[in-house]
């Protein structure tokens, strides 16, 4: 069975950092792309990140490009999200995703088939 879980998540000041990972279980994602979303109470769910099966190329959401670095470990296959200079507005419910087709070069759009069941993050002002 495949499983995705995320941990790192938790309460900082604004302008504070965290690290959250996503450790996938029941299968090696190493040649797919895989991304982090967020939803905020009362909004829908909203893309922040996305990585290449190589972790070459990557792509962020206009909001949180250059705070926010996600990269891959392929050995453990485990993704991560490097969250720096929180704001309050940061404060959601954060997921990590899986796509199943291999090999993926567009990391837009991608309709992802493995979540993570989300870990919180709130940023306090």
């Known amino acids: 069975q495949v499983q995705l879980v995320e941990s790192g998540g938790g309460l900082v000041q604004a302008g504070g950092s965290l690290r959250l990972s996503c450790a996938a279980s029941?299968?090696?994602?190493?040649?797919?792309?895989m991304g982090w979303f967020r939803q905020a109470p009362g909004k829908e769910r909203e893309f922040v990140a996305a990585?290449?099966?190589?972790?070459?190329?990557?792509v962020y959401a206009d909001s949180v490009k250059g705070r926010f670095t996600i990269s891959r470990d392929n050995a453990k296959n485990t993704l991560y999200l490097q969250m720096n200079n929180l704001k309050p507005e940061d404060t959601a419910v954060y997921y990590c995703?899986?796509?199943?087709?291999?090999?993926?070069?567009?990391?837009?759009?991608?309709?992802?088939?493995?979540w993570g069941q989300g870990t919180q993050v709130t940023v306090s002002s």
């Open positions: 995703a899986a796509d199943r087709s291999i090999f993926r070069t567009v990391l837009r759009g991608i309709k992802y088939d493995y």
């Open positions: 990585v290449s099966w190589s972790g070459g190329n990557t």
């Open positions: 029941g299968r090696t994602f190493s040649s797919n792309a």
